[in-house]
């Protein structure tokens, strides 16, 4: 997407943040949230995720939010310190559009840079379009649980999806 530009969360994005999460909490299953967080939760989150070392970034354009990311760690044991979660979510309005797979390649390079050697995807719901994301930037499946969530009036899978990010071959 020409004139997309990724950098790192400020405060102030805090408002717009909350708006794309709440849209796909109220019509999506990649959260199995029923409401989101305030504002001031996510400030709490961000800045929690920036004394930590790790990314926290937003795509937009022309000022406009269009999506965020972010990578943490996937448990808070030592053993899984080299090993990430990410996150990311596209406002309605930008999907399809190839901001997602921007911002994840740029999430996947700054979590290299914060030292992680691995990065799990956890897909709420299955969501197609984030499996195909994933995928797209070189996540493989990784596992899938099944009937764990249950939203809208359904059970829900989650799917889990990995990338390496040493650039060592997995077969070695």
Same mark, same amino acid.
């Given at each position: 997407m020409p004139d997309l530009r990724i950098r790192p969360a400020r405060d102030s994005d805090a408002r717009a943040i909350q708006a794309i999460y709440d849209y796909h909490v109220a019509h999506g299953t990649a959260s199995f949230d029923s409401t989101g967080p305030s504002a001031a939760e996510w400030l709490e989150k961000m800045a929690a995720i920036r004394s930590s070392g790790w990314p926290f970034l937003v +795509?937009?354009?022309d000022s406009e !939010? @269009? +999506?965020y990311a972010y990578a943490i760690v996937f448990r808070p044991r030592a053993a899984y310190a080299r090993t990430c979660e990410n996150s990311i979510y596209v406002a309605d309005a930008a %999907? $399809? !559009?190839g901001v997602g797979s921007a @911002? @994840? $390649?740029s999430l996947i390079d700054a979590a %290299? +840079?914060?030292g992680f050697e691995q990065m799990i995807a956890v897909i $709420? $719901?299955?969501e197609p379009a984030s499996v195909a994301l994933h995928a797209k930037c070189e996540f493989f499946h990784a596992g %899938?649980?099944?009937n764990v969530g249950f939203k809208f009036g359904r059970k829900l899978d989650t799917v889990y999806m990995q990338r390496d990010l040493t650039g060592e071959d997995p077969s070695a």
């Amino acid at each position: 997407m020409p004139d997309l530009r990724i950098r790192p969360a400020r405060d102030s994005d805090a408002r717009a943040i909350q708006a794309i999460y709440d849209y796909h909490v109220a019509h999506g299953t990649a959260s199995f949230d029923s409401t989101g967080p305030s504002a001031a939760e996510w400030l709490e989150k961000m800045a929690a995720i920036r004394s930590s070392g790790w990314p926290f970034l937003v +795509a937009e354009k022309d000022s406009e !939010m @269009l +999506a965020y990311a972010y990578a943490i760690v996937f448990r808070p044991r030592a053993a899984y310190a080299r090993t990430c979660e990410n996150s990311i979510y596209v406002a309605d309005a930008a %999907r $399809g !559009m190839g901001v997602g797979s921007a @911002l @994840l $390649g740029s999430l996947i390079d700054a979590a %290299r +840079a914060s030292g992680f050697e691995q990065m799990i995807a956890v897909i $709420g $719901g299955g969501e197609p379009a984030s499996v195909a994301l994933h995928a797209k930037c070189e996540f493989f499946h990784a596992g %899938r649980l099944r009937n764990v969530g249950f939203k809208f009036g359904r059970k829900l899978d989650t799917v889990y999806m990995q990338r390496d990010l040493t650039g060592e071959d997995p077969s070695a």
